[in-house]
């Protein structure tokens, strides 16, 4: 049940800010996140461990995220933007991450599954603003590239990560 709202509570907050944006309602998934990230913690047995892996993981995704839009490589379009992103991508980073203190514990030992899940799925997400008109990429395949490359390595780095931390059920 625990990892059911986990992903119940992700996919809210990403539909908020991606349908937020999309509607015009730039702010939308910055309250939703908020509103999830806070009943995570409420919930979560080791906040140690949750605080650690979400900053470790959320802050290089977001500088990712940042270099992109720097490069004119991706670019999400927003009237309410903060550095790089809109403001809701501080939010929609922790937001993913906290499945990786509960939810992809599976892929511990599963390091080439991690690789294939990040190289398909992440650009994959990022692609879906495109039919919205909210994303666009400079050029197409140099993005999916650099994506593809970031999220097999953001998840193969995890798969390290999680190997080497606590045994999971002492999480």
Known sequence: MRIFLILLGFQLTWLAC???EYFNYPWLGIPVGLIYLILFFLNVNN?????KT???FSVPGYIFDSSMHAFNIYKIESELIIGFLPAWMIILWPSFTTLFVDVLNFLKNRPKLSIFLGIILGPGSYYSGVPLGIANYANLILGLVF???FWGILMFVYTIYIKNIKPISDL
């Open 18 to 20: 991606v349908l937020g």
């Open 47 to 51: 906040k140690k461990f949750a605080l």
């Open 54 to 56: 979400i900053l470790i």
């Open 147 to 149: 994506m593809a490359i």
